[in-house]
């Protein structure tokens, strides 16, 4: 069982950044492949095992970024130059045992409970 809990949301003007941290406890998340979803499970980024390697969705690249520190069991979505139509709640997720990496969110498992992100134009 792995437990995730995102943390770092909040209320941003429009061009503003926000740093949202994503915790694991119980079995190790250093494992799995991790992702970050919003809305209704829409894919947003994605980073390998080893953190090797990352996806984006085509309206984040050049803004966001994921990494993670596989010592913390912990996972970073740092988000900058935000718009008005990133505002949702983000989730992160982990994956199934044999995901190295992925976009598609049935390849996720463990899900954390969502932090609320507003841009504010």
């Known amino acids: 069982q792995v437990r995730l809990v995102e943390s770092g949301g909040g209320l941003v003007q429009a061009g503003g950044s926000l740093r949202l941290s994503c915790t694991a406890s119980?079995?190790?998340?250093?494992?799995?492949?991790m992702g970050w979803f919003r809305k209704e499970r829409e894919f947003v980024a994605a980073i390998s095992q080893s953190g090797g390697a990352t996806y984006y969705v085509d309206s984040v690249k050049g803004r966001f970024t994921i990494s993670r520190n596989n010592a913390e069991n912990t996972v970073i979505l740092q988000m900058n130059s935000l718009k008005p139509e990133d505002t949702a709640v983000y989730y992160c997720?982990?994956?199934?045992?044999?995901?190295?990496?992925?976009?598609?969110?049935?390849?996720?498992?463990?899900w954390g409970q969502g932090t609320q992100v507003t841009v504010s134009s």
């Open positions: 997720a982990a994956g199934r045992d044999n995901i190295v990496i992925s976009r598609m969110r049935d390849d996720y498992y463990y």
């Open positions: 119980g079995r190790t998340g250093s494992s799995l492949a």
